[in-house]
């Protein structure tokens, strides 16, 4: 064998090496699975750029802010305490980033989910989740990633999984809807209604929605402001407070494209109303409703899929 053949080669093993994950976690990454729908969509112009918009967002905002953004993680702890007993044994994380829901259900230190569902637009953070559970307690669990919009029939068979969270997630990007043939079948607030009866076939009677959102007209100033109070006022570092002004004003640049989505009816932030109207059309029933949160610009919902036996 050349010397070049057995370098790529030995190159091409030790790549294959880095993606084991050597705590019997995963033996391989797993394959991220992309439905036929989505190939047929994703090259429509004004859906191409709603996704790359997100991907710019995703490379950029989670790891400025998040970390020193207490609104986000005060946000994340109630929606997880709302869910922990709620989540069953599998559930779907729609719009799910880098697994940050799951991450801090991990934290919460009981986790019940052995069989859990990514689905994003952004295959990037689909990819960096398996890394991310590496250390975790979710060690020998099964992961499913699904990159795709959700913007047409999910890839699961009716009543078969537990429960489904979308936090700060994809369901309130359902701006358009499709048939399987990738044939436009509704836009703005009807494709809505369609994704969250879609959301409730899915689900087992009984089984139970998480929803975290921006209110409408989402002011992310007032989040910056609020994570940079909490840094003076709890944990004064000077390093901590210019990052959080320097990285919090860059999130908030990358973030004005939301407003602009609402503007076009292709981000639903809705109010705690219109969420108990849309939810209950779609066949759930509230069982919570919590709007002070995340600053002042966020609401928290939980729904359950009434079981009629
Ligand atoms: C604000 S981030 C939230 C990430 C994570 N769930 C969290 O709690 O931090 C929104 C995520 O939803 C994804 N997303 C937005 N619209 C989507 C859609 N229609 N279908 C699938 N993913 C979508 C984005 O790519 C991004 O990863």
Redesign the pocket.
């Known amino acids: 064998m050349s010397r070049r053949k057995k370098n790529t080669e030995y190159k091409t093993q030790s790549a294959l090496k880095s993606l084991v994950i050597d705590n019997n976690f995963l033996e391989i990454v797993p394959p991220i699975y992309e439905p036929e729908t989505y190939k047929l969509i994703r090259d429509v112009p004004e859906i191409k750029q ?2 790359e918009n ?2 710019q ?2 490379e950029h905002v ?1 790891w400025l802010v ?1 970390p020193d953004s207490q609104p ?1 993680k005060e946000l ?1 702890n109630k929606l997880t305490h709302f869910m922990r007993k709620r989540v069953g044994k599998s559930c779907i ?6 697994g ?2 799951l991450e801090f259900l991990l934290q919460l230190g009981e986790c019940t989910i052995e069989q859990y569902f990514g ?4 295959w990037q ?1 689909l990819a960096a989740i398996p890394r991310k559970l590496k250390n975790t307690a979710y060690c020998g669990k099964k992961v499913y990633l699904i990159h ?4 047409f029939k999910l890839p699961l068979r009716d009543n078969s999984v537990c429960s489904a969270v ?5 369901l309130m ?3 358009k809807w499709h048939d399987q043939n990738g044939k436009l079948v509704a836009s703005g607030r009807d494709a809505l209604k369609l994704g969250l009866k879609d959301v409730h076939r899915i689900i087992k009677p009984g089984g139970y929605l998480g929803i ?1 959102a921006p209110l409408p007209h989402p002011n992310w100033r007032a989040i910056r402001n609020e994570a940079l109070r909490h840094i003076i006022f709890h944990k004064f570092s000077l390093k901590k407070i210019w990052k959080a002004i320097y990285h919090g004003t860059k999130a908030v640049k990358y973030s004005e494209f939301m407003n602009g989505l609402e503007g076009e009816g292709k981000a639903h932030y809705l109010s705690p109303e219109e969420w108990k109207e849309y939810l209950k059309e779609a066949g759930f029933k509230i069982e919570e409703i919590v709007d002070d949160c995340y600053a002042g610009q966020g609401v928290i919902i939980i729904a359950r899929k009434e079981d009629p036996s």
């Not at 795709?148 to 913007?151: D, F, G, K, P, S």
């Not at 979308?166 to 994809?170: E, F, K, M, R």
């Open positions: 709603f996704c997100f991907w967002w995703n989670p998040y986000h994340m994380d729609l719009g799910c980033g880098n940050e829901f689905v994003d637009l952004d953070t795709m919009a959700a913007m979308s936090s700060l997630g994809a990007y359902i701006w975290s």
